[in-house]
C-alpha cells in the first residue's frame, strides 16, 4: 500500500506492461479534438488549446503530483510501449496537419478567423506535443529516432533547434553562452525576440565549428543544416501543393504558434537559475537545481516527463519514463504545472511576483557566497571555455 506523500519506485516489471504506459498516451486524444473543431466550426474552433491549456490544468489540480521514479537502470527492451508512442506520432502529426490543411483551407463553410483559429490549434498541438517528442527523439541513439526529430521539427521549421538543443543548451546551460537560459528579470517578451535570433546563429556556429574541426567548411554537405532547410522546403511545397497559398498560409501559422509554444516552455525551464562561475571561463558542472522541476500528474502524462526537466539536464541519455523526479532539497519546484507557467509567462508583472521570490530563495539555498548577482542577472560573466 502506498503512503501519500512519499515517493515509490517502479520496478522493471511493471515498466514493461503496456498498461504502465497507457496514461502517456494522452496526447493521441487531441488528434480527433483537432478534428472536431474543424467540422464543427464556430466556437468549437476554440477547443484545442481550451483543452491543452485549462483542462489539463484543471486535472493537475485534482490528480495532484507524481512523486513516484522508475527504476533508472530498467532494460531498453522494457520500455518498448514508452518509445513506440513517439515514434507512432510522427505520421500521425503529419496526417493530421496536412489532412487539416486539405479540408481547410479551400472550405466555404469556414470564415478566415475559424481558419486561422483551427491552425492556432493545430500549432498548440505540434508545439505541445510534437516538439516535445522531436526533444526525446533527438536524444536517442537510434538514428532512426533522430531522422523522425527530424521530420517533426521541419513541420514546423525549427529544424535548427535539434543542433542548438544538443550542442549549446545542454552544454553551456546557466552559463551566457547558452541563449535558452532565461535571465532573472527578463520578460518573456523580451526573452523571446532575442531567443529567435540568438538560438539559430549558436545552432548554426556550433555545427559550423564541430565541422572545422575536421577542417571542413559549412559548406561541406555533412553540414545538418542543409537537411534542415531541405526538409523545411519539403514541408512549405507540401503545403503549397495540398492547399494552394492559403495552405501555405495556415501552415505558416500553425509553425509560428508552435514555436512559440516552445519558447514559452524554454522561458519557463530555467528562468533565473545559472551555475557558478568559478574563474577563468570555467562553470561548475550541470547538477539537478539547475532546471525548475514540477511534479504535476496529468501535465507530465501529456508532456511525457518534460516536467522532471531537473533530471533530464543531469542524466540527458535517459529515456522519459526513467526520468527521476526531485524534492525541494535537490531542484528547485514550480508552483504549478506547465500550463499554468506558460500562461502566466505571458504577463510579465505576474511572473515577476511569483518567480522572483522563488529565485532569490534559490540563490540564497546554493549560493549564499555570491554577493553580487548583477552579472549572471546580465550574462556579463566570461563566456564558458
Known amino acids: 500500500m502506498k503512503t501519500p506523500g512519499i515517493a515509490h519506485k517502479i520496478a522493471p516489471d511493471i515498466l514493461r506492461r503496456w498498461q504502465s504506459a497507457l ?74 496537419l496536412f489532412g487539416l490543411i486539405a479540408y481547410v483551407a479551400p472550405s466555404d463553410t469556414l470564415n478566415a478567423l475559424e481558419k486561422f483559429a483551427i491552425f492556432f490549434g493545430m500549432g498548440v498541438v505540434s508545439g505541445t506535443v510534437g516538439i516535445n517528442y522531436s526533444h526525446e527523439l533527438m536524444h536517442q541513439r537510434s538514428r532512426h529516432e533522430r531522422w523522425l526529430a527530424d521530420i517533426l521539427l521541419a513541420m514546423v521549421l525549427y529544424s535548427h533547434f535539434r543542433s542548438e538543443h544538443l550542442l549549446v543548451h545542454h552544454r553551456y546551460v546557466g552559463t551566457p553562452r547558452d541563449p535558452v537560459t532565461a535571465r532573472y528579470n527578463e520578460g518573456f517578451h523580451r526573452f523571446y ?21 575536421k577542417d571542413r567548411p559549412w559548406t561541406d554537405l555533412s553540414n545538418p543544416f542543409f537537411r534542415y532547410w531541405a526538409l523545411q522546403g ?14 501555405l498560409l495556415l501552415f505558416l501559422v500553425q509553425a509560428g504558434v508552435a514555436i512559440w509554444q516552445l519558447e514559452l516552455v524554454n522561458y519557463v525551464e530555467h528562468y533565473g537559475l545559472t551555475r557558478k562561475h568559478l574563474g ?50 535537490d531542484a528547485p519546484q ?52
Open 23 to 96: 496514461p502517456f498516451w494522452l496526447s493521441f486524444l487531441l488528434v480527433p479534438l483537432l478534428w472536431f473543431s474543424a467540422l464543427m466550426g464556430s466556437w468549437w474552433v476554440l477547443l484545442t488549446p481550451f483543452v491543452t491549456w485549462y483542462l489539463f490544468a484543471a486535472l493537475d489540480g485534482v490528480f495532484g503530483l507524481n512523486l513516484d521514479n522508475a527504476d533508472p537502470m530498467t532494460p531498453e527492451e522494457d520500455l518498448r510501449w514508452y518509445s513506440l508512442l513517439t515514434i507512432a506520432w510522427v505520421p500521425i502529426q503529419f496526417l493530421t
Open 193 to 213: 525576440p532575442r531567443v529567435l535570433r540568438e538560438c539559430w546563429q549558436s545552432a548554426f556556429r556550433a555545427e559550423k565549428e564541430k565541422l572545422a574541426k
Open 234 to 247: 519539403a514541408m512549405l511545397l507540401l503545403a503549397m501543393l495540398v492547399g494552394g497559398f492559403a495552405g
Open 280 to 329: 577563468e571561463g570555467k562553470y561548475e558542472h550541470v547538477r539537478p537545481c539547475h532546471s525548475w522541476n514540477a511534479a504535476h500528474k496529468v501535465t507530465n502524462w501529456l508532456l511525457i516527463n518534460l516536467q522532471r526537466h531537473s533530471d533530464h539536464h543531469y542524466k540527458p541519455d535517459r529515456r522519459f519514463p526513467l526520468l527521476q523526479n526531485y524534492t525541494e532539497a
Open 334 to 385: 514550480l508552483p504549478y504545472g506547465y500550463p499554468v507557467m506558460t500562461v502566466a509567462a505571458m504577463m510579465p508583472p505576474l511572473w515577476r511576483r511569483m518567480m522572483n521570490p522563488r529565485v532569490r530563495r534559490w540563490r540564497q539555498m546554493y549560493y549564499p557566497e555570491i554577493t553580487d548577482w548583477t552579472p549572471y542577472n546580465r550574462a556579463k560573466n566570461p563566456m564558458p571555455r
